[in-house]
């Protein structure tokens, strides 16, 4: 992302946030806490977890876990706090698909195996495309209740118009 903080020099602070995406899904709800944790300070003592005077850019499923956080009541959003979006897969992602059925069908011979996606298939199948109904109706109704919570938060957005992506060596 670069000098972030350059670039942010009106924020007093910053706050970054890494977890395991990998293998624990964006539904998890420790994973869920965790964002709140950050965007409101300590949820576990705050008895109205309302996250005030921020401003959070979340990409991809960072984006789910913190509509779902919302959604289910872990935290909310103050008029005063900002979220941006940068690529979320609010509607799932196709990139989920092609890897769990390349990692089902091809075992260690998978290129996504390779590349050491074939070890997290539940977080995978968390983030499975609307695309012909594979995401399942529990999953279709949860990025129906996080895009609603989107609708209502999210102060602006970033997406590719590609397929291809970013430039890299994962291209």
Not at 107 to 127: L, P, Q, R
Not at 138 to 156: D, F, T
């Amino acid at each position: 992302w670069g000098p972030v903080k350059a670039w942010t020099g009106h924020c007093m602070s910053h706050a970054f946030l890494h977890r395991n995406t990998m293998t624990v899904n964006w539904t998890h709800p420790a994973l869920q806490k965790a964002v709140c944790d950050l965007v409101v300070g300590n949820v576990s003592s705050a008895s109205n977890p309302i996250a005030e005077d921020v401003i959070i850019f979340a990409h991809s499923m960072g984006n789910l876990v913190l509509g779902g956080a919302l959604a289910n009541g872990l935290c909310a959003l103050a008029p005063s706090a900002s979220w941006y979006e940068i690529s979320a897969p609010l509607r799932g992602c196709l990139s989920a698909d092609f890897a769990e059925e390349e990692c089902r069908e091809y075992g260690a011979n998978a290129i996504s195996h390779k590349m050491g996606y074939c070890d997290g298939f539940e977080a995978f199948s968390s983030v499975r495309s609307c695309m012909e109904d594979l995401a399942g109706g529990g999953l279709q109704s949860l990025y129906a209740e996080v895009m609603e919570v989107a609708r209502k938060h999210v102060r602006g957005a970033m997406c590719g118009d590609s397929p291809y992506g970013l430039n890299s060596g994962w291209s």
